[in-house]
């Protein structure tokens, strides 16, 4: 057996997915494919279009074996501690071969040398990394400048060489792919990393006229049309009948507007002193976001309200999202602390992801949960599984399906079998 590890969002799962898969399946020769999923709360600070059963379906319907959910707490957070949590639960596995993510470089070998970097710290990159901190970039601009000067300062004989470092780790994919190769280090893990060029559509791109559509596209389409339609072409047969299914019985689409008046109720309850404890408020952040919060009536307007080089729309997003799960500093330093994910939580399979099981069975030391209502684990992995349960019945508020919205789903769905 030969296994593939993937991390993933699938929101919804589109062309380019199953391109990545294929490539992905092709690059490693791998026999059997596990997806980390992210469950209903994504990590740009966005709900997930349908719920996080339908969308391991889709992914499995496409040709994945088995869909484990990546802990809230992981899903819906930084970069860091997006790939900390992801690559830390497929190593846990402790039956994945190799691991590959898309990129905009393609070049596995350059990835690496910044992750290097990254990891070791040296002194001539962290001066920079102050300097254009102290200048109020975000950390990822920030780091990205850092970086460019530290390469050209290492090849100041060959700048043209140096120039290919440059901006790398500014794009999207290319940040998560860094990250991915940083934790893989830490961690002294065997799974070997790959990575496949990203093709054709942009991560940001809004455009729909391509076979191969991005994930933010088709969630725009959706946002300004409310319907299908116009999506066949974007989608594997399978995800687009699902997703149809889901939109005719009021399951989604899902969207952040859903969860607006919480969120301004949430702020204006709790005040700038206790929006501090939230996870990734620093820096005064919370009186800004306080004022802010009574002078505006929309997420889109608080959002520019508060904005900056230092805080962009995806870091705010992502606090809102805190705010609303109820995830704060403390408790995710303790997941941190304890080593990160604490179960794996199965979604979707088939009978490959069945033999995945087994295996994970024998060599994991981490239990497997098939049905909630089953599962008794040491009083972090509750903790860990009370946040899930918690999102999740707070997500199914943002539905039109009145009966969902009464039931505590995670105890009433069971992992979907692909036949």
Excluded at 295 to 318: A, G, W
């Amino acid at each position: 057996m030969n296994v593939l590890g993937l991390i993933t969002e699938y929101n919804p799962f589109h062309n380019g997915h199953l391109y990545h898969l294929k490539e992905s399946i092709k690059e490693t020769k791998a026999t059997h494919t596990v997806a980390v999923m992210s469950g209903n709360f994504l990590q740009r600070g966005e709900p997930a279009l349908i719920h996080k059963w339908a969308r391991a379906q889709m992914a499995v319907e496409a040709g994945v074996d088995l869909v484990i959910e990546l802990p809230t707490v992981y899903a819906c957070a930084t970069a860091e501690l997006f790939a900390f949590g992801s690559v830390k639960l497929l190593d846990k596995l402790g039956i994945i071969d190799s691991i590959c993510f898309g990129s905009e470089n393609g070049n596995i070998d350059l990835l690496k040398e910044i992750a290097e970097v990254l990891v070791e710290s040296p002194s001539s990159f962290e001066a920079q990394l102050k300097s254009k901190l102290d200048l109020g970039l975000s950390f990822p601009a920030a780091r990205g400048k850092a970086l460019t000067y530290y390469f050209k300062e290492k090849m100041i004989d060959s700048p043209e060489e140096a120039n290919k470092y440059s901006g790398l780790v500014e794009s999207p994919n290319n940040i998560l792919s860094v990250e991915y190769l940083k934790v893989l280090r830490q961690l002294k893990s065997s799974i070997t990393p790959h990575t496949i060029l990203r093709r054709k559509a942009d991560y940001h791109s809004t455009s729909i006229a391509s076979s191969i559509t991005s994930a933010t596209a088709i969630r725009e389409y959706l946002y300004l049309n409310n319907n299908i339609q116009g999506l066949t072409h974007t989608l594997p047969a399978t995800s687009y009948n699902i997703l149809e299914d889901s939109f005719k019985v009021d399951i989604g689409p899902v969207f952040s507007r859903d969860f607006q008046q919480a969120i301004f109720t949430l702020i204006r309850q709790r005040g700038a002193s206790s929006l501090k404890k939230i996870f990734d408020v620093a820096e005064g952040l919370e009186n800004r976001i306080y004022h802010c919060s009574l002078v505006n009536d929309s997420l889109h307007d608080l959002y520019d309200c508060i904005k900056s080089k230092r805080y962009p729309y995806t870091r705010l997003q992502r606090i809102m999202m805190h705010l609303l799960l109820g995830i704060d500093k403390d408790t995710l330093n303790s997941f941190n602390e304890a080593g990160g994910p604490q179960y794996i939580r199965i979604l979707a399979f088939n009978d490959k992801g069945r033999q995945i099981l087994k295996l994970c069975k024998e060599n994991s030391t981490l239990p497997v949960i098939n049905k909630v209502p089953q599962f008794n684990g040491d009083p972090l992995a509750e903790k860990m599984l009370d946040i899930d349960i918690r999102a999740t019945n707070i997500y199914t508020l943002g539905m039109k399906k009145k009966d969902l919205v009464k039931q505590q789903l995670d105890y009433a769905f069971s992992p979907i079998y692909v036949r």
